[in-house]
């Protein structure tokens, strides 16, 4: 398994910008997918978008054209960049390693969008 620390989250208006950061504990080169899923409070844990080993990339459909999702080998780095904020993104983002069967969780951090 691998640790995963996320940073950048917070409070930001509706239509401003955000971007979280993954740091994990080792390379990530070899870990076949990693991603970035919400929970907002009552709901379930959803997908927002998800970046494979080879760089080909998924996103909700909520999402699409407004967030966009990179990784850095070097820096052992998966960032989720999120513009055009709206307050239905208000929730907990959780970076996820998956590789080899098995899943790693960051420990969540909050981004609020206010109206």
């Known amino acids: 398994q691998v640790q995963l620390v996320e940073s950048g989250g917070g409070l930001v208006q509706a239509g401003g910008s955000l971007k979280l950061s993954c740091v994990a504990s080792?390379?990530?080169?070899?870990?076949?997918?990693m991603g970035w899923y919400r929970q907002a409070p009552g709901k379930q844990r959803e997908l927002v978008a998800i970046?494979?080993?080879?760089?080909?990339?998924n996103f909700a459909d909520s999402v699409k054209g407004r967030f966009t999702i990179s990784r850095d080998n070097i820096k052992n780095t998966v960032y989720l960049q999120m513009n055009s904020l709206k307050p239905e993104d208000t929730a907990v983002y959780y970076c996820?390693?998956?590789?080899?069967?098995?899943?790693?969780w960051g420990q969540g951090i909050q981004v609020t969008v206010s109206s």
């Open positions: 996820n390693a998956e590789s080899g069967g098995l899943r790693s």
């Open positions: 080792r390379n990530i080169f070899s870990i076949n997918a």
């Open positions: 970046i494979t080993r080879g760089g080909s990339t």
